[in-house]
């Protein structure tokens, strides 16, 4: 069982930026991937960027260029930097574990809200 917390979330201006953090309860320097994903109210949650245990990246074309997923593995946390913030950006965000291909592991979620 991988336990995940979330911190970062908060209400942030247009234009402006916020780093997500994600700290899990053990290793995860061989994990398959950690991610973060995004439900926004009425819609489906849905990836927003992914570290491999290959070093890759993935992101959603929506935020690429704006957003950027790093992992420290000696403090088995991933970030989520977040710039250029649109109120679009609007939505829960949560931290996925993903060990291997049959295990998946949620954080409870981080509310960020992007408004004037």
């Known amino acids: 069982q991988v336990q995940l917390v979330e911190s970062g979330g908060g209400l942030v201006q247009p234009g402006g930026s916020l780093r997500l953090s994600c700290a899990a309860s053990?290793?995860?320097?061989?994990?398959?991937?950690m991610g973060w994903y995004r439900q926004a109210p009425g819609k489906q949650r849905e990836l927003v960027a992914r570290?491999?245990?290959?070093?890759?990246?993935n992101y959603a074309d929506s935020v690429l260029g704006r957003f950027f997923i790093s992992r420290d593995n000696a403090k088995n946390t991933v970030y989520l930097q977040m710039n250029s913030l649109k109120p679009e950006d609007t939505a829960v965000y949560y931290c996925n574990a993903n060990p291997d291909l049959t295990h998946d592991y949620w954080g409870q979620g981080t509310q960020v809200t992007v408004s004037s």
């Open positions: 570290s491999l245990r290959s070093g890759g990246r």
């Open positions: 053990g290793s995860i320097s061989s994990f398959n991937a």
